[in-house]
């Protein structure tokens, strides 16, 4: 199970940190993502890490401004986002894929969080 947590409402410009956090197996063997969806859209990829932390993949709209990281120990994935735009606001969904390796593929994650809520007002 995933559980997302770390959304809010913040200013164009604030940071919000999101927690992903795994319980009944452990997340050192999957490839983890955060991916989102706006009303009315797709859910898209937003940022994705492999099993180790050592590659990462970022979404060309949050390059520089996002930043993933995994704490295998504690069993959580990060997304650490700063200088947020209106059109960063979605709902913020991790998955997880049974994979070393990432995907950009949103249909190769198996396991998924149940989503958290980002509003950021201009």
């Known amino acids: 199970q995933l559980q997302a947590c770390g959304g809010g409402l913040v200013q164009a410009g604030g940071s919000l940190r999101l927690s992903c956090a795994a319980s009944?197996?452990?997340?050192?063997?999957?490839?983890m993502g955060w991916f989102r969806q706006a009303p009315g859209k797709e859910r898209d990829i937003v940022s994705a890490?492999?099993?180790?932390?050592?590659?990462?993949y970022y979404a060309d709209s949050v390059k520089g401004r996002f930043t993933i990281s995994r704490d295998n120990a504690k069993n959580t994935v990060y997304l650490q986002m700063n200088s947020l735009k209106p059109e960063d606001t979605a709902v913020y969904y991790c998955?997880?894929?049974?994979?070393?390796?990432?995907?950009?593929?949103?249909?190769?994650?198996?396991?998924w969080g149940q989503g958290t809520e980002v509003t950021v007002s201009s």
């Open positions: 890490i492999n099993w180790s932390g050592g590659s990462t």
């Open positions: 009944g197996r452990t997340i050192s063997n999957y490839a």
């Open positions: 998955a997880a894929a049974r994979s070393g390796s990432y995907y950009i593929d949103t249909l190769r994650y198996e396991y």
